[in-house]
Structure formats: structure tokens, C-alpha cells
């Protein structure tokens, strides 16, 4: 009971919701640090995950390395990432720097992989229906491809950006501030209110992250492919 | 970190005990999760394939724990069951539940029908069925799921360092090295806890092709183009 109070009464303090170290401040640090990284990691996973999806060319690197991704914990690469980083630049490289790369890391293999295996999984009849319909090979991958594999792309989308937004929580062991401040602080002040507040707004966070791309995923799905029409 | 070299041999060489009894803490922690996640995702995913309607439900609570995260779990637990074995392991147990689950249900879907009409069909009473036609069939997608488990428990060990000094396994030594600007202890924690993780995923592939003699390795585009067409 003593920790729900504790934690009701620190949300609850107007002096925690203003200011550099405040509630709205720490939020939107790690939002657009989260939010950052989903893109930069997007822009290099998502094409390549296409061409090879619809090329079919080193598609056994994608299957085989998928797994080998996981072996590499977040809280390791940015460890590991900090002796170069720092090398760099002293200040940011101890704290942003290795962090906004670990999140690129940790995002790019889910968008890859799902949008490999949604543009490969698409039904060969279609793609050949399509190209004996005289479409071009870009046409096919934009016209037939991406929206039949679209609930897959948006699948990988999601669990990059619900891993992101939970590890980026990290950061703040390494310097970097976010929402992940308030657990750290709170477990060095031995702040109860404070920890656990911290782990409410991460938690709520995380789970808003996810519901808000599972709903831009339902509206994703093509008219055609609702409808129970199966392959 | 001036003028030093990247790694200090001699720390290692004068550290080797300590470093082995890391290694010990992280296959320890990393073993109770894995074990005990599978026992408990067994029993989900067997509700699961009994009760269709429930499966979404497991799914949805699997992923919304998976959706917490372990640095918040973690640090969230100590003030609730203290600085104890069970804090570090129930956020591990709790993510390999998403792992699992899903490819324990895809693992006994991909048993054909008409395999399962032939069994019957030969006498086979239901335990013996499940047992020994079910089971192995099973069994490929079974053992995806512990690589993935087990992977993803080895480097999430790593995390609970932040419950302080006698936690972590090799995470100790990031967090140390870290705290320490010593990059000779960053590097044996996070290049060890990889290393551990490969290894792990290997053994199960291993595991895979002992238990599975029959089948023959799909890698490559003959199964992608399978995989399509079926």
C-alpha cells in the first residue's frame, strides 16, 4: 500500500511535471530519442528488406542471421560501443551517442526481417498474374507487393518501436536522461515514489507505443484482405 | 584511458577465477528463466491448442509483459521481493513467455491431419499419439523457440546488474568497466555474454538435429519457395 501512495503522491507533486528534469521534459527526450532511432534504423532496414524481399537475392542471410541479431543485449553494445564513441567526442560519446546507436541496432533487424518475410511470403501467383499483366518489376513491388505484405511491414515497425521505447529506458545507466532518469535517481535516492513512478510512466510508455501502431496496423490492412478472402 | 592499450591482458590473466564464476552466475540465471519459462509456456500453449479462443488472450499478456521493460521490471521488483534470486528471474521468465508460446502452438499445428488420421488409424491410443507422433513432429519448432528463449535470456542477464554487485553474471563487468572508464572489463562482459549466446543457439541447433535425425536441413531457397507454395 505504502509503495501505491508513495508513487500516486510523486505523479501526483506539480513540481515533478515542470522543468529541464521534469516529467513533460524526460518524456520527450525519450520519445524523440526512440523516435529517432526507429527512423534512421527505417530508412536503411526498410528498403533493403524490400529489394531483397522481392529479388529473392541473399534472402539465406536474412534467415540465418535473424537470430544471431538477438545474441547482441542492448545493455552489452552500448557498453561495448563507449571506448570508440568516446574517441569522438567525450562528452556525447559517453552518454547519446552509444545509446542512439544500440537503438538503431536493436530496431533494424525486426523491420528487415518482417519486411523480407512479408514481401517473400506474398503469393507467387499474384506477382506472376501481375508481371503476365505486363506491370513493371517496380510496379509489382508497389502496386501488388507492398500492399498485400503491408500487416507484416507494420508488424516489424511495431516491435522495433516497442523495443525501443522499453530498452532506450537503458540509456540512463549510461548518462543519457529519458524516462529511465527517475529509476536510476529513485533507486540511488532510495525513492520509492520516485522509482516506481519512473517505472509507471515507462510501462504506460511502452504499452501506448504498442496499441497506437496495432491500430495503424488494423487501418493497414487492404479493403480486399479483410474481408476474409483467403489465399 | 590514456595511452593505454584497449585491452589490459594482465587484468584478464589476474582475473580469471572471477571471470569463470561470472560466466557460472550468468548460464545459472540464465538456465532457471529458460527452464522455468518453458514448463510454464508448455502449460500455456496446451491450453492454447485445447481452447482456441484463449490463444489471442495468452498471446495479448505474453506481449504486453514483454512490452515492460526489464530495466523497469528489474528495478521495480527490488523494493516488492528484495535483493533475491526471484527478482532476477521473474522478468526473465516473464519475456520468455511471448518467445515460446507461439511457436510451441505453430510447432504442434504443423502436424498434418492426415498423420494424425494414420495413428489413429494404426491403434495408437491418444497418449501414445501425442507422445510419439505429435511430440517429434513437433519438435523443430519447439527448439526455435528455446533458441530464441535462450538468446534473448543470455543477453537480458546482462541487465540485471543494475540490482547491484552480486547480480548480473557478465553484466557486472559492463556496468563496472562502465562506471570505471576501464574498457578491458566492458569488453570480457559484453564479448563473453555474445559468446555465451552463440553458443547456447548453437547447442540447440544441435539438440534440433540429434532429436530430429529424419529430417533433412532446410536452409536456403528450396525452402523459402516451400514455404510459399505449401
Known sequence: ?231 | MTGEPLVRWDWVYGHLGAIADRVGQHLYLAAIAIAAGFVISFALAAISIRRRRLYPIVTLLATSAYTIPSFALFAGLVAITGLTTVTAEVPLIMYTIVLYVPNIVAGFDSVPLDVLDAADGMGYTRGERWWRVELPLAVPLVVAGLRLASVSTIGLVTVSAILGDSFGGLGYYILDGYERHFTTEILVGGLLSIALAVIADLGFVLLGRVLTPWAIPRVGPRAARQRVSG
Request: no cysteine; hydrophobic share 55%; net charge neutral.
Open chain 1, 1 to 231: 500500500m505504502d509503495l501505491v501512495t508513495a508513487t500516486a503522491q510523486w505523479l501526483a507533486d506539480p513540481t515533478h511535471w515542470q522543468g529541464p528534469n521534469g516529467i513533460p521534459a524526460r518524456l520527450f527526450e525519450h520519445v524523440a530519442l526512440s523516435g529517432g532511432s526507429v527512423l534512421l534504423a527505417t530508412l536503411v532496414a526498410l528498403p533493403l528488406g524490400l529489394w531483397i524481399g522481392h529479388t529473392g537475392r541473399f534472402s539465406w542471410w536474412v534467415v540465418s542471421s535473424a537470430n544471431a541479431w538477438r545474441a547482441l543485449p542492448s545493455f552489452a553494445v552500448i557498453g561495448l560501443l563507449v571506448p570508440f564513441t568516446t574517441v569522438i567526442d567525450p562528452n556525447l560519446g559517453f552518454t547519446l551517442y552509444p545509446t542512439v546507436i544500440a537503438m538503431i541496432v536493436l530496431a533494424g533487424p525486426p523491420i528487415l526481417v518482417n519486411t523480407y518475410q512479408g514481401i517473400a511470403g506474398v503469393d507467387r501467383d499474384l506477382v506472376e498474374a501481375a508481371r503476365a499483366m505486363g506491370m513493371k518489376e517496380r510496379q509489382i513491388l508497389t502496386g501488388v507487393e507492398i500492399p498485400v505484405a503491408l500487416p507484416v511491414l507494420a508488424t516489424g515497425m511495431r516491435l522495433a518501436a516497442v523495443q525501443v521505447v522499453a530498452t532506450a529506458t537503458l540509456g540512463a545507466t549510461f548518462g543519457f536522461g529519458g524516462l529511465g532518469r527517475f529509476i536510476v535517481l529513485g533507486d540511488a535516492n532510495q525513492d520509492n515514489g520516485e522509482l516506481f513512478g519512473g517505472v509507471v510512466l515507462v510501462a504506460a510508455l511502452a504499452l501506448t507505443t504498442f496499441g497506437l501502431f496495432l491500430l495503424i496496423e488494423r487501418r493497414l490492412v487492404s479493403a480486399g484482405l479483410s474481408r476474409g478472402a483467403t489465399g
